[in-house]
């Protein structure tokens, strides 16, 4: 029985061996998890389907307007091709000069007519065959002036030809944000390496390269199409601007100077803060402007072949090289129309005179160079050829002032239009009014070379507009950088042109505004000197006095001043100049501190950390005068202590209590209780205690006075508050002004009224 029993009861456990599945329960939950997801792929893929219809209609739409457009400018040019047809049968399309010659010729035609009117009333008692042979010399004397004319409207075209091929070289501004390869492309241009001359890396001032023609012919021959290409343009002087956010006025500067421009974008980083800022900069001045798409060598698995076209590059690259480019570049022309502009690659471009073309490049493979060259020259040949005729007028801008060994000090200049030539008198800014002297010798780089770095230059006697020079002459140690240069022809003009100049300086001057406290700053130049001011106001940093030019005596005699008022700002921040011997030691004697550093970023690190060094010392020496303000209601239930010393639970309403603040009792005449020497919250001691907080303080006597007490001298209906003087009000001003919150600037403004302070 017991074997029997047992096989019986082993019976009922066989079928938990083997399970039949899940419940319904569990099913009914999985097929509800399968029909939500079945419901989100529906809807996903309806909304696709929406997306695509959306991009659909907008790239219509985007078409349509880009066809009416362009119907629009065809119409427009339909028009003017009439008219110009007209005027040219009429006789009436004429170039400058022809315009010259026909008013020359028509001013000798108005002689012969008064001369012979003259004659005709001196002679009127003659016979009328010398009358008849005085109108006929007359009539042949205009008969020929006609033929002059006709001669030269026939031979119009050919004119305009030879204007149009009289064009100087273009001035190319190089821009971007800091690090994105402005100097670098230029470097690959010269084959040189400029920016390991550079302070720190970054372009600190406008440099200028001259391109010649047959460099641009050298770097074009990759260019599909090349061999069809007329060249019209000498050559190019391409100014590197700074790309840093402290070198804006710079960079102003040099946007203003070009006639096209470079904006340098990372492929990788898309538009930048400094990007943004130089497309602004371009959109005020209405500078046109091709973008280097560059660092394309950055893309997964590129391929380098700098000798062939860019487009030919990129369509041998993998497929996946060339997706990503294709998804990168397309984000950078997003981030062009959130700018409001149209851009398009190059060689996909609709419009080039709506769209901003980009060229895809490497300025370390060099791939896209030929073709950022080619775009820049066809654009100066086509767009821009009427800007860039040759005008003998005088256009020219101090770049910057260097001393050169064997030369004396030399100023920089970006020659835009007109001549230079040795022994003219050339009036510039100087620091102490205006420059007036004569040109020593006109200096050059070699071709591919930059102006700001030494080289062996090539002297000139004239020199032809658009060109970088260096110009030496005397007194030029003065002179003023960012400002323009004047050639006085007669001697007259010299008085003139000062005046114009030290206008132009006060100018641009007149627009820093200086404050009653504050550093003194100088800079080498005027462009340096803004970036510098720029660079203090963001960083909190007041300026009090500026100049241009070396720190001399009078430099430090003006911020000796501040020694009265704020000695913290006793200082001088000279930003790449020299001091002289006599102004050094003459600082060292009045206590007056001078920074010397060639980088805005480490003048500003040596200021700051005096400036802290300075206030932890001031602080430490005035810990004791800082009284900052607080308001107290006591809490009667814990006085725990009624006199000398007062100890009691109080609870802060305003303000900030910390150890060694003195109490007094407004509505008790003012009467002080001592000074807290020391505050508990939570049964743990603090240093002090905020509003809100309830706290427990121990106030002592001050020696001189007699101790106050509890219910006698003032009781729980008053409140108590912290004694603050005109002394304790300047000290916490400056040197605890951070430990202050605006609640308790406000709370001493309002004790100030209380204790009748002024």
């Not at 406008?206 to 460099?215: C, D, E, K, Q």
């Not at 946007?255 to 990007?275: F, K, N, R, W, Y």
């Not at 905020?690 to 007699?706: F, T, V």
Request: proline share 4%.
């Amino acid at each position: 029985m017991s074997t029997n029993d047992a096989k019986k009861k082993k019976k009922p456990t066989a079928p938990a061996k083997t399970k039949k599945g899940p419940g319904k329960n569990a099913i009914a939950a999985l097929k509800e998890v399968l029909q939500q997801q079945k419901e989100e792929e529906e809807k996903l893929r309806r909304e696709e389907e929406e997306e695509e219809k959306r991009l659909e209609e907008l790239e219509r739409q985007k078409e349509e307007k880009e066809r009416l457009e362009q119907e629009k400018k065809e119409q427009k040019r339909l028009k003017e091709r009439e008219k110009r047809e007209k005027l040219k049968a009429e006789g009436k399309l004429l170039t400058p000069k022809q315009k010259a010659d026909r008013a020359r010729a028509q001013l000798l035609l108005d002689t012969f007519k008064a001369q012979s009117e003259a004659l005709q009333a001196q002679r009127n008692i003659e016979l009328s065959e010398k009358s008849n042979e005085t109108n006929e010399s007359t009539e042949n004397n205009a008969d020929i002036i006609k033929k002059v004319e006709n001669i030269k409207i026939e031979n119009g075209e050919q004119t305009n030809v030879e204007e149009e091929s009289n064009l100087r070289a273009a001035v190319v501004c190089v821009l971007g944000h800091v690090d994105t390869g402005k100097t670098k492309i230029l470097d690959k241009l010269r084959r040189t390496n400029v920016q390991d001359g550079e302070a720190g890396g970054i372009t600190q001032q406008i440099g200028a390269t001259n391109v010649p023609l047959h460099a641009i012919k050298e770097q074009t021959k990759v260019v599909n199409g090349y061999t069809s290409r007329k060249f019209l343009v000498p050559g190019l002087l391409i100014i590197d601007t700074p790309g840093h956010e402290s070198f804006s006025n710079l960079r102003n500067r040099g946007s203003s100077l070009c006639d096209i421009a470079i904006l340098v974008v990372d492929i990788m980083h898309g538009l930048e803060p400094q990007t943004i800022e130089s497309i602004n900069i371009l959109k005020t001045k209405k500078t046109p402007f091709i973008v280097a798409l560059n660092k394309i060598d950055r893309l997964y698995d590129w391929q380098t072949n700098p000798r062939k076209d860019v487009r030919d590059i990129l369509t041998s690259q993998h497929i996946n090289t060339q997706n990503e480019f294709k998804t990168r570049s397309q984000s950078v022309i997003l981030q062009f129309a959130e700018q409001g502009l149209n851009a398009a690659l190059f060689y996909e471009n609709p419009d080039p005179k709506s769209y901003v073309s980009l060229v895809p490049t490497s300025a370390i493979t060099g791939e896209g160079m030929g073709n950022l060259l080619d775009l820049i020259v066809e654009n100066c040949q086509t767009h821009l050829y009427k800007r860039l005729i040759f005008n003998s007028e005088l256009q020219a801008t101090v770049l910057e002032v260097k001393a050169i060994t064997g030369l004396g000090t030399t100023i920089d200049t970006i020659l835009v239009n007109g001549y230079l030539r040795e022994g003219d008198t050339i009036v510039v800014a100087g620091t102490d009014g205006p420059v007036v002297t004569q040109i020593r010798s006109l200096l050059m780089p070699q071709p591919l070379k930059e102006l700001r770095v030494k080289n062996a230059y090539v002297e000139y006697k004239e020199i032809k507009a658009a060109q970088g020079v260096k110009i030496a002459a005397k007194d030029l140690e003065k002179a003023i950088a960012g400002l323009n240069i004047y050639v006085a022809h007669k001697a007259e003009e010299i008085d003139n042109l000062k005046d114009v100049v030290a206008r132009e300086l006060k100018s641009a001057l007149s627009t820093i505004k200086l404050q009653d406290r504050g550093v003194y700053v100088q800079a080498s130049t005027l462009g340096s000197l803004e970036a510098l001011l720029d660079f203090l106001r963001t960083s909190n940093i007041p300026y009090s006095n500026i100049r241009i030019g070396p720190v001399v005596k009078k430099d430090v005699m003006k911020a000796s001043i501040m020694l009265e008022h704020s000695p913290i700002y006793a200082t001088i921040l000279a930003f790449d100049v020299k001091i002289e011997k006599d102004a050094q030691e003459l600082a060292d004697t009045l206590n007056v501190k001078i920074f010397q550093a060639d980088i805005i970023y480490h003048l500003f690190d040596k200021f700051t950390a005096y400036q802290d060094d300075l206030k932890k010392k001031n602080r430490d020496q005035y810990k004791s005068v800082a009284v900052f303000p607080c308001k107290l209601k006591i809490l009667p239930q814990f006085i725990f202590n009624s006199r000398d010393p007062i100890v009691m639970g109080v609870i802060v309403e305003a303000g900030i209590v910390k150890e060694g603040t003195p109490i007094c009792v407004p509505t008790k005449e003012f009467v002080d209780l001592g000074i807290v020497t020391s505050i508990e919250s939570n049964h743990k001691a603090v240093e002090s205690a905020r509003k809100g907080q309830e706290i427990c303080i121990k106030i002592e006597p001050l020696p001189s006075e007699a101790p106050k007490m509890y219910g006698r001298h003032f009781d729980e209906k008053d409140i108590l508050v912290s004694k603050i003087t005109r002394q304790s009000i300047d000290v916490c001003k400056d040197y605890f002004r951070d430990d202050l919150l605006k609640t308790d600037w406000q709370l001493m403004v309002e004790l100030k009224k209380l204790f009748e302070i002024l």
